[in-house]
């Protein structure tokens, strides 16, 4: 892509999809630190979700998380969404935060408890019915601690029947993705650890399901952008949950450890061209902000994620190419450094401000008061769940 008229264009179809657990409070296994103004319920979460998107014109659904957003009636949370301009997003399962779970949830070696948790991925995709949300993402803490505590083939036949059982309730339109994560919360085996695993079940399981990439879920020096451009190639990648990592799944701002890594996997993307919308990709913001301020550090993270695709999308293909094909290594090092060295934040600023949205969000936030208004509104703001 080379006038910035096209580059703007295909900025246009980059949509970034906010967490509701990332607005409200969030900490480690050491501590929460609560912070004012935070949602005291999903309603209000949705609130801030729609000022991000108000702000940056970017991030127009919001994923929600069962049983963290659990509401009476989930059509009227999607009315209360759609009224702000967004629209629900991905509807996330939680099977690893109730006392049944110790062994696992759909691994579990009890087949009741099993049970229970297959049930809930089917009240998700009843949750998916009633908010017209096209994706059910499952993540699974289950894993072992130690070597012969269960077998390790066993568990997977146990996941594969909970999953084709989730997989054909999906309606018209719906899908199923499958994150994987290599450690956390067990220590010798995670049942569904790697890309292969969740690339396998998902091929076993059909089209509607694909596989979910998590950032911070990789051993470190993990070449996440080759698992981004073959399952991309299958056409079994689904989306991302973004964040950035320093030493594990820290779930911190997107690329603020290593903006040349998302660089890197956003010219995948673009290579490929799964930037358009056509292409269903799911740029999926999962992190968890403990000790800075909830609002800018979302803002902050969907102008990142817009930064390095603009980047990657100013690569000069025909040159890289030409160099790629006469190998010449260097020449093409520096094509793809160039693109990444450049500063597009202008461009978007002027296409946010073409667009009428702010050119600068972040500044625009916090000239708005609204952080004045929640702090002072809202007390007793909920815990997402994280660090709970
Ligand atoms: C947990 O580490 C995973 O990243 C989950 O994807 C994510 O936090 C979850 O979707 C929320 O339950
Ligand atoms: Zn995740
Ligand atoms: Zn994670």
């Not at 779970?101 to 229970?116: E, F, I, N």
Request: negative net charge; contains cysteine; glycine residues 8%.
């Amino acid at each position: 892509m080379d006038t910035e008229a096209e580059v703007k264009a295909a900025l246009l179809g980059v949509k970034v999809e906010t967490a509701s657990w990332a607005y409200a409070n969030s900490g480690t296994r050491f501590k929460v630190f609560t912070q004012p103004g935070v949602p005291r319920d999903p309603y209000e979460k949705i609130d801030d979700a729609a000022v991000v998107h108000r702000l940056t014109g970017a991030a127009p659904t919001v994923a929600l998380h069962i049983p963290w957003d659990k509401v009476d009636d989930y059509g009227q949370l999607a009315k209360h969404a759609r009224d702000q301009g967004l629209q629900i997003g991905a509807i996330n399962a939680n099977v690893f935060q109730d006392d049944d779970y110790k062994l696992g949830s759909v691994c579990h070696p009890d087949p009741a408890v099993r049970r229970k948790a297959t049930d809930h991925l089917l009240e998700c995709v009843d949750v998916m019915d009633a908010t017209g949300s096209d994706t059910l993402k499952l993540w699974f803490a289950d894993g072992t601690n130690y070597p012969g505590q269960d077998s390790i083939r066993a568990r997977q036949d146990r996941l594969s029947e909970a999953l084709s059982e989730a997989y054909e309730r999906l309606g018209e339109g719906q899908r199923l993705l499958l994150e994987y994560k290599l450690f956390e919360p067990s220590f010798y085996t995670t049942d569904v650890p790697d890309w292969g695993t969740s690339y396998a079940h998902c091929l076993r399981l059909g089209p509607k399901a694909q596989v979910v990439i998590d950032t911070g879920h990789h051993a470190p020096g993990t070449n996440i952008e080759f698992i981004v451009a073959f399952l991309l190639r299958e056409g079994k990648l689904g989306g991302f949950d973004l964040n950035s990592r320093f030493y594990a799944d820290d779930d911190l701002m997107v690329g603020a450890a290593d903006p040349f890594q998302l660089f890197r996997i956003m010219y995948e993307i673009v290579a490929a061209g799964a930037h358009r919308p056509e292409a269903g990709l799911a740029f999926m913001l999962d992190q968890c902000h403990n000790i800075e301020p909830k609002i800018p550090a979302i803002i902050r993270s969907v102008l990142t994620v817009q930064e390095m695709a603009a980047r990657a999308m100013t690569v000069d293909t025909s040159a890289l190419t030409a160099a790629q094909r006469n190998g010449d290594v260097l020449d093409a090092n520096e094509i793809f450094m160039d693109a990444f060295y450049s500063d597009l934040r202008p461009l978007l600023a002027e296409l946010r401000a073409e667009q009428g949205f702010e050119a600068d969000p972040l500044g625009a936030y916090y000239q708005s008061g609204y952080a004045e208004k929640i702090a002072e509104q809202r007390v007793g703001g909920q815990q997402a769940g994280w660090g709970a």
